[in-house]
């Protein structure tokens, strides 16, 4: 089974994807190609796009009702998906969308045909940690995070304790 490295980058990614609806009408934006933008890194150290294009597939729940913000827009192409592609080099592809989340991803867990990110339960975390299929991300997620995020997780002890073995952390 390969092993996954999920930083808090791509945990917030993830978890953004909840929040991707917006108010459905207006045109849809047209085809466009891709160019990737530099910020001043000095005030924000973490955000560096990559040199070449990195692919990372997911997997979500299926939000019924979800208003995209443009018409044709998808889990794979939306603001959020753009955004990453465009500031960070990242290509969000999603493998599938589930009414069943969490059978479909015991599936793929059984046939160790995992998406790069995707959200777990408590059993699910352990039975991959288990496995080997989860990567030690404790020097990731103390030398890559935005100190905004880093103070969010400092702000509340204790919350990344069930994640924690031996010292380190496996991914949230």
Request: aromatic share 12%; hydrophobic share 35%.
């Amino acid at each position: 089974m390969k092993k996954f490295l999920l930083t808090g980058l791509v945990f917030i990614m993830v978890s953004s994807f909840a929040f991707a609806g917006g108010q459905s009408g207006g045109a849809g934006p047209a085809k466009q190609t891709w160019e990737t933008v530099k910020l001043n890194q000095s005030d924000q150290p973490w955000l560096v796009p990559y040199d070449t294009p990195v692919t990372l597939v997911t997997a979500d729940d299926e939000y019924i009702g979800v208003n995209w913000e443009f018409p044709g827009d998808t889990e794979s192409n939306n603001t959020w998906t753009r955004l990453y592609r465009k500031f960070l080099n990242i290509d969000i592809q999603t493998k599938w969308v589930s009414s069943d989340y969490y059978t479909t991803l015991n599936l793929d867990i059984a046939s160790g045909d995992l998406p790069d990110a995707f959200k777990v339960n408590n059993t699910q975390f352990s039975q991959l940690l288990e496995a080997g299929a989860i990567d030690d991300v404790t020097n990731a997620f103390n030398n890559t995070l935005s100190s905004r995020l880093q103070g969010e997780y400092d702000a509340v002890p204790g919350v990344l304790q069930p994640y924690t073995r031996n010292g380190r952390l496996p991914c949230p």
